[in-house]
């Protein structure tokens, strides 16, 4: 996910590599960075009490992704559905914002 945020918001692939490319050092970073800031802190919590913000911020977060996708469903089966069951070329179909 971050080497797609990366790529969009315009890091060169040189730099991030290929999402499903070996590992490189913009990725070894980002791993060592998320590690360090979000997830370290929130194991040192001493009573896992202190969670429930975090799993309250998760449901909400959970609950806009489904409003999300439910929203555009039918923009995505008006772009995507052949009622003559063809199915379109990937390459064609998906945005990429580096090559259109």
Do not use: H
């Amino acid at each position: 996910m971050c080497v797609t945020l990366g790529n969009f918001i315009g890091i060169s692939p040189e730099i991030t590599g290929k999402v499903e490319g070996d590992l490189t050092w913009y990725k070894v970073i980002q791993a060592v960075l998320t590690s360090t800031c979000i997830i370290f802190p929130i194991s040192l919590v001493p009573k896992m009490s202190g969670l429930r913000y975090i799993s309250m911020l998760s449901i909400f977060s959970m609950v806009y992704l489904i409003v999300l996708l439910v929203g555009e469903f039918r923009l995505y089966y008006e772009a995507y559905y052949k009622p003559d069951g063809e199915c379109y070329n990937p390459e064609t179909v998906f945005y990429n914002p580096l090559t259109d």
